[in-house]
């Protein structure tokens, strides 16, 4: 079982940034695939990026890319998500997640096996 605690949201004018931090439990970080997604009201969670367990590849929904860079930290069990030039569109609770570490499936929520419990971020227009 590996849990998940994420920290970083916050409220944030339009075009500001914000980094969340996600730190899991365990001894095996490194084998997993983390991910965030994010759930805005009335919408279904959406993929946002993703890394591989050795960082050796990256993924990332079209809309985010060149605003957002994920990373990891695989020594302090920690994933990270830089968000620049945040919208009021990117208003949403954001999750972390851990899954296998594969290519496979790296969009979809059923990708992965553990959830955090979210944080919010609200972007003020």
């Known amino acids: 079982q590996v849990q998940l605690r994420e920290s970083g949201g916050g409220v944030v004018q339009a075009g500001g940034s914000l980094r969340l931090s996600c730190v899991a439990s365990?001894?095996?970080?490194?084998?997993?695939?983390m991910g965030w997604f994010r759930q805005a009201p009335g919408k279904e969670r959406e993929f946002v990026a993703a890394i591989r367990g050795s960082a050796s590849g990256t993924y990332y929904a079209d809309s985010m890319k060149g605003r957002f860079t994920i990373s990891r930290d695989n020594a302090g069990n920690t994933v990270y998500l830089q968000m620049n030039g945040l919208k009021p569109e990117d208003t949403a609770v954001y999750y972390c997640?851990?899954?296998?570490?594969?290519?496979?499936?790296?969009?979809?929520?059923?990708?992965?096996?553990?959830w955090g419990q979210g944080t919010r971020v609200t972007v003020s227009s």
């Open positions: 365990g001894r095996t970080f490194d084998t997993y695939r």
């Open positions: 997640a851990s899954g296998p570490d594969t290519g496979l499936a790296v969009t979809s929520i059923n990708g992965y096996w553990y």
